[in-house]
């Protein structure tokens, strides 16, 4: 019988990162380590986008929304109800991704029209309706949107930028790492990377694929308005950019600049990105010109590298849609040739 394959790629780039960033702080001013916290969480909603794209197959436009609702979310309840529990206020930024994604995603995926061109414009044009919804709402702010003056405490540490939130970001960063690593690696998983591949053999066999598109579109959601809502909590502020399609276009750039189907490089392009970006404007000379340097870049690692920055680390075979595949029939014929081999010949 033929070994399966064993990779060990990933989790050797998973803890060079990790412990990249966490000696970061201790090695670089309080100023990097103030702009690396937001970067952090902006990894979380590059990680939404790829468990809908990178996984799923689902070009959703729409992450951005639910970033923006869950910051709305929270800073209305600090400065409406006077709410202060941060518990409280991620449970409330998750339900309300949750809620909107639910709502939303039955129309997208239960509907009778639900080609993948008809879920992008959707989720698109969700983003801009959002955006200018908001930029005219007056209970909201309008334009200019809800500003945070309280600071909300957790575990007797006030979340104010410094060392202590980006070390509390970073914890929350690698729980929600973790959890997606578990949701894709599980049953549901193989099943996201059938859709991936091939929805209409599932569909033959049976299965209900908008069931699981639904599910982990969802799941996304909930991501994308928990990061939101640590956005607002770090900036003290939350305007309407932050529901519109600027955001949801990054969170696509993030993932497909670092590798999409991998989960760890949304996060390596988000560093990428948004590092280069502070980088690339403290030169005088192309401060002015930063943006088209740092948009050629990204255009030559996308055309000569598709699969991205851990494209040129990681093989195609310990991508999404491979290396899941290949382990579970592996593991199906070994417990077959067990099983075969306890029952003895039939007769």
Known sequence: MKTVPRYHITPILEV?????????????????????????ILAMLAISFDLCWGYTGILSFGQGFFFGIGGYTVALLINKAQLLNFYALSAAAILSGIIIAGLFGVFLF????????????STLALSYLGERLFNGWFWVGAANG???????????????????????????????????RFVVKSQLGLVLSGVRQNEERLDFLGYRIQVPKFLIFVFAAAIAGFAGGLYSLHEAFVGPTYIGW??????????????????????????????????????E??????????????????????TGIVGFI????????????????????????????????KI
């Open 110 to 121: 239960f509907g009778s029209t639900r080609q993948g061109i008809f879920i992008a414009l």
């Open 16 to 40: 060079v990162v990790l412990a990249m960033l966490l000696i970061t702080p201790l090695l670089a001013s309080r100023f990097i380590t103030i702009s690396l916290t937001p970067i952090l």
């Open 246 to 283: 600027v955001f949801s276009t990054f969170a696509a750039l993030y993932c497909i600049f670092g590798g999409s189907g991998t989960l760890i490089g949304p996060i390596i392009g988000t560093l990428a990105i948004e590092l280069g970006r502070l980088y690339l404007t403290d030169i």
């Open 314 to 345: 990681i093989s195609e075979k310990e991508r999404i849609g491979y290396f899941g595949y290949k382990v579970s029939k592996w593991r199906f014929r070994k417990k077959w040739a067990q099983k075969a081999s306890m029952e003895g010949p």
């Open 146 to 180: 809800q500003n945070i003056w309280e600071v909300v405490s957790v575990m007797g540490i006030e979340l104010n930028p410094g060392i202590s939130f980006y070390y509390f970001i970073l914890f929350l960063l690698a729980v929600t790492y973790l959890l997606c």
């Open 285 to 306: 000379e192309i401060r002015a010109y930063w943006q088209i340097v740092l948009g050629l870049l990204m255009i030559g690692v996308i055309v000569f590298r598709p």
